[in-house]
């Protein structure tokens, strides 16, 4: 009987196995496998090149810079991107008039296709007819080239991230707050406890649950960040804004060489992993599940 | 009773096996790029259905996939997917790469009448340059540009230069750029002197620099590339020196995308484009402007650019027929006339300006001739064998150097080492 319970439950997994191993691992595998060959050219038939590409990847220049610059805007990014979404949520979450407003204003960013949002920020920083510019040179300041200039290119793209992940963490923040026990907050009153001291010692560590897969998904969205350099800067000037996810598109589609971006895939994945292991086993311990 | 509804459910069926048969159509599907300003998809649509409509036999898709790198990018991802396309208008310098993807095949190949053979003999050979490899044509011309020098005649007219003379060569261009940069009394800008991209795709301003020093980027055979000879280096002396010494240009990167924005809102007195932007320009210019070939320093040069046809391996013998058909079609003079004033895209044989359409046009606006007339000094695009890599270390370095990262000299040396170890395999 009891076999037959498990053939059944097995049987039941069967559909959602099939499409992970189909979907998420054998192309994986295949990936492994593929960073392990030399490139197709010129007629010639993929063969097998042992750790050939990982060792021109050490020797590449460019990916490390990609990397550097990927921590970079990881490390930019997403503290900054979680203590607004956190701030936004605490705001739309008072009893203010116009709030439901204010919620759909910050959410605006997640709904709007990245591509044509892309678009208008590139219009946003042009140097001689964009927006921010206009603004500096009305506060007496001189303009920015923040696309062209190797200094900025990079920290344009977080100002860009920052204000789209924000409104999307917001909303999480937002439930999580509608979901907070209101006697808490009643007896600390009672006590005499000032906000702040309410804010840190109910509030934010109420929110740890959410807290941590907010940061999980924001860190991960850090090294996979591709469609604002398409339109924005193509990872240039100079490679000074390219990150690893487009310089994988570019070795696959523009220089035709799957292998090389095989290995470069390898290595995104085994960060990815080794990001989420560590977030997981350092934080957990700390959120508080109720 | 029912006999005889079952013969004529019969009949009626086949009669519509008949019905079907007799209208098999060949389908084609293309994808096409668009790099420049202008509702082109458009254009292209009306160009087809009127293929269509004199081809009833064939029906064509249609596909605008992006810029250049999306286009290549969609078409060989549909070949890899199954649902190949026959052919597709593509960067005319994917040649080599797409060649050693073994994923087209030439004309020659495919042309049977003496009447195609000559067809393919029709256009421009500056612009059959990059599309001939071995001696066999792989890509046919259709929206081909070569850059050009747009100017404001109403700055010219305000900075006390003649409308009528643009700069002629690399100094006049440096001295007009100085009267022409207008600052506001705190010494900010107000509109700078002269703008050339250096987003998108700085290699092929790049190359009209070179190409004016007397010198070309790389051999016919895509293996060998001359990024360090010192006339190259000293074409990108000046342009870093545009900005660094001269201060008519401003510093950093130049963005492809919204520099003409910049024009069309008198930011800048000048730019270097692609022609493909013409109408564009044209049509939203609130201002008197003018178009003149690239300025000189040893000659005039500018390296031809744009989209060409391929037709696809993966397709059957009608198929390649119908492509045939279908590229003749688009890139006829007629055509190519009609495409030429949508554009600004040049016309792509002698035959297209010989058009009632296109002479009326030049005659009433002579700005659309200036690309044709800058092909006698034109060479062909930067294409090498893995040419996107190639490609890449020179735009970093040309970057570098506008950026002030680094000296010409030594970015150039850099790029020119790498690119040589890349090609000593051909």
Known sequence: MNRIHQLYAWLMLLPALVMLFAFTHAPTLSTVWHSLLSPARGGRPQTFAGLSNYRMMLEDDVFWQTLTNNLWYAAGTVPSSIVLAVAMALWVNSGMAGRTLLRLAYFTPTMLPMIAVANIWLFFYTPEVGLF????????QEGINWLGDPKWALRSLMLMTVWKEAGFFMIFYLAALQSLNREMYQAAELEGASCWRIFRRITLPLLMPTTLFV????VLNAFKLVDHLFILTKGGPNNASNLLLYYIYENAFSFFNSTYAATLTVVLLSILILLALVLFGLIERRVHYR | MLRIGKRLLLVALALLAFGTAAQAKTELTMYYPVA?????????????????????????????????????VKALAALKGGQPAQLSVLFSIDVHELMELDAIMPFDDVVETDDERQWLQSFYPALMENGIVNGKVYGIPFQRSTIVMYYNKDAFREAGLNPEQPPKNWDEMAQMGQKLTKKDASGRVERWGVMIPSTGYPYWM?????????????????????????????????????????????????????????????????????????TAVKESATFDFGVAFLPAHKNYGSPTGGGNFYIFKQSTPEERKAAIRLVRHMTNPEQAALWSIATGYMGVSPASYETQALKTYVADFPAAAVARDQLQYATAELSTHQSGRVRKLLDDAIQSVLNGEKQ?????????????RILSGY
């Open chain 1, 215 to 218: 940061l999980v998904n924001a």
């Open chain 2, 36 to 72: 420049v300003g202008g509702p082109l998809t458009s254009v292209v649509d009306g160009m087809i259905q009127d293929f269509e409509r004199n081809n009833p036999d064939v029906k064509v898709n249609a596909i605008y996939a992006g810029n250049y790198n999306d286009a290549r």
């Open chain 2, 206 to 278: 790049f190359g009209a620099l070179a190409k004016q020093n007397g010198e070309v980027l790389m051999n016919g055979a895509g293996n060998e590339v001359y990024f360090n000879k010192p006339g190259v280096v000293e074409a990108l002396t000046y342009w870093r020196d545009l900005s660094a010494k001269h201060g008519i240009m401003p510093q950093g990167a130049i963005d492809w995308g919204t520099l003409r924005q910049n024009f069309m809102e008198q930011k800048t007195a000048i730019m270097w484009h692609s022609t493909g932007n013409l």
């Open chain 2, 408 to 420: 010409p000299q030594e970015a150039l040396d850099a790029a020119q080492k790498q690119a040589e």
């Open chain 1, 133 to 140: 510019n206009k603004l500096l040179t009305l506060a007496g």
